[in-house]
């Protein structure tokens, strides 16, 4: 009993046991294959509609994907595709940062009208305005998909406010890229000869010319003549051959309080705008106040050429080339200060400009009834150009304008270089305020504008006896007599002489009439200036009025002492009032 019973009790439950295992294995992996047959199905049912594919493909002769054959095929199939994607990213992608891609958008037609009027129109938008390398390429596309989501949503500002500058790519990846500073720079950079027409604002649209000389502040210096090393091959570029910063409240920059210029050998020179300097004596707190609440940034080829990409003229401009290319005709009376005026009209939309523009036919029949006669076509002639002229340099759809952005290039249409040069930003030295100033005078940068209806230089007596006609314009270039350095120069010329015909003088070796008559005429000389201190009122009024100051003043010289403004230079004419037509 104890041999059968014994051993067999206790082994029946081991033997049992052992079976058990696998069985509750197999009934637990088949609850877990539940939950995947039911995957597979969602993922059969979601791509059910490519079945019919599937089936073509199998009816078209093809090896075995296990053979070598197969494989290899397999591979073309996959770099194949792999390659299309790849050709096909990269093209998306160059076509993404082009200006047909950026100007799809309506916001932008205003940067890509200008884009297409500017120098570097056969550049792309990424190259000025995507920073180089992967994580400028997100941030950019970042900042496009959010313009996008505002543009869907219609939460877009107009007018697009212009990109801060601070947040472009650094100019030495864009506009280094192209351009050379060493050759812009080299011996005080290259001289240039600026001639542009333009007509005047009478009835007569008289044209005339105006030359300028852009070029280094010491052209017929010797160098080094200015007493500082290299003062005299200085040119209009020295602000990017050192360290120049400039401090700022205004986003755009067109009012700047504070500039920094450091030098090689460790010295800093302050220049503070005497409208920010509440005790000269104890200028430090103003300093500090304006670098806490302003931005202050490194002066750059952007700081000047910030519209170099997007540069729009001017109305002034724009009707003066059209009426040179003949498009608008010079017969008509007063076509230049009308056109103008028409142009810096504010319209809600182009059928209201078109409107304003095509009264001025209505206009000419009231106060000139026989030129509509005589002249009709040339007046069609001038409404279709202001049309066309101002689809160029405006959208009211966006609020834009030809004065909408400003452009620091020059000082024409807006503040640009007088936001620093407008003999108001004063030294600092030791705390306190001195009397020397930013350099302001018209010669700094360029030889004093002439105007007139022809343009020559002066002549040569050992060639050709001198005889300058009233009509030339000379511009005169190289090194200033020493008499023409004193400051009061401008007031005692006279006593070097007593006639507006240089000729048979020492001053007609350099000037010609028209030289003397662009300031003579301008009403500047008739001011009393030893009255102004106490009666410059009426000493302004018997001159003809403050635009005779504005031949030599800008308007930060009256805010001096004058809240409101006083001077306004290049005011745009007030609009005419045009008929509209029934």
């Known amino acids: 009993m104890t041999g059968s019973t014994g051993p067999t009790g206790p082994a029946e439950p081991v033997e049992s046991a052992e079976p058990t295992e696998p069985a509750e294995s197999a009934a637990a992996d088949a609850d877990a294959a539940v939950p995947r047959v039911r995957r597979f199905r969602r993922v059969r049912r979601l791509f059910a509609p490519l079945a019919p594919v599937g089936r073509v493909l199998n009816k078209v002769p093809h090896p075995s994907l296990k053979s070598r054959r197969g494989m290899f095929v397999l591979f073309l199939l996959v770099g194949g595709v792999g390659a299309v994607a790849a050709v096909g990213g990269t093209m998306a992608v160059h076509y993404s940062e082009t200006a047909g891609f950026c100007g799809r958008c309506h916001t932008m037609d205003p940067e890509l009208k200008a884009y297409a009027m500017s120098p570097p129109k056969e550049v792309t938008c990424a190259e000025c305005h995507v920073e180089p390398g992967v994580a400028g390429f997100v941030k950019a596309k970042a900042n496009g998909t959010k313009q996008l989501l505002g543009i869907i949503t219609g939460e877009y500002p107009t007018p697009i406010p212009p990109p801060d500058h601070a947040h472009l790519p650094s100019v030495e990846d864009s506009c280094l890229e192209c351009h050379s500073l060493e050759k812009i720079t080299r011996d005080g950079g290259p001289v240039k000869l600026v001639l542009r027409p333009r007509y005047r604002l009478d009835a007569a649209n008289t044209r ?18 200015g007493g500082d090393g290299a003062a005299g091959v200085r040119g209009v570029h020295w602000h990017v051959e050192q360290k120049v910063t ?11 309080d504070l500039v920094e210029i450091s030098a090689e050998d460790g010295s800093t020179k302050q220049y503070i705008a005497g409208t920010e300097v509440a005790v000269s004596t104890n200028v430090q707190p103003d300093i500090d106040r304006l670098k806490k609440t302003q931005t202050t940034q490194g002066m750059d080829c952007i700081s000047c050429h910030n519209r170099v990409g997007h540069a729009v003229p001017s109305p002034d401009r724009a009707v003066d080339e059209a009426m040179t290319a003949g498009r608008i005709s010079a017969a008509l009376p007063f076509i230049k200060r009308d056109g103008v005026a028409l142009l810096n009209g504010d319209y809600q939309d ?7 523009f095509t009264g001025l036919r209505a206009t000419y029949a009231a106060k000139y009834p026989l ?3 005589a002249r009709s076509t040339e007046i069609t002639g001038a409404i279709e150009e202001l049309k066309q002229v101002y689809r160029l340099i405006a ?20 503040p640009g270089c007088f936001r620093c040069h407008d003999g108001a930003h004063f030294l600092v030295e030791k705390g306190k305020i001195t009397s020397e100033k930013i350099p302001s005078a018209c010669a700094t940068c360029h030889t004093f504008p002439q105007i007139g209806p022809n343009v020559t230089t002066p002549v040569d007596p050992e060639i050709k006896p001198v005889s300058y006609p009233i009509t030339a314009v000379d511009v005169p270039i190289g090194a200033k007599p020493a008499d023409h350095k004193d400051r009061l120069y401008v007031f005692n010329h006279k006593s070097a002489t007593s006639s507006l015909k240089p000729a048979g003088t020492s001053c007609g070796t350099c000037h010609t009439p028209t030289y003397c008559a662009n300031c003579h005429n301008s009403g500047a000389v008739k001011v009393k200036h030893d009255e102004m201190l106490y009666k410059h009122t009426k000493a302004i009024t018997v001159a003809g009025g403050a635009q005779a100051c504005g031949y030599c003043h800008q308007p930060v010289y009256c805010a001096k002492c004058h809240k409101e403004p006083v001077l306004q230079p290049k005011t745009p004419p007030l609009a005419i009032k045009g008929r509209r037509v029934p």
């Open 208 to 225: 005339e010319t105006v030359a300028v000389m852009i070029r280094p502040a010491g052209l017929g210096q010797a160098f080094g003549a």
């Open 246 to 256: 400039y401090t700022s409240g205004d986003i755009r920059a067109q009012k700047i």
């Open 350 to 356: 182009l059928e209201a400009a078109d409107k304003a």
């Open 371 to 373: 030129v509509v006669k």
């Open 395 to 414: 959208t009211p759809a966006m609020k834009v304008q030809a004065k909408t952005y400003p452009d620091n290039l020059g000082h024409q249409t807006s």
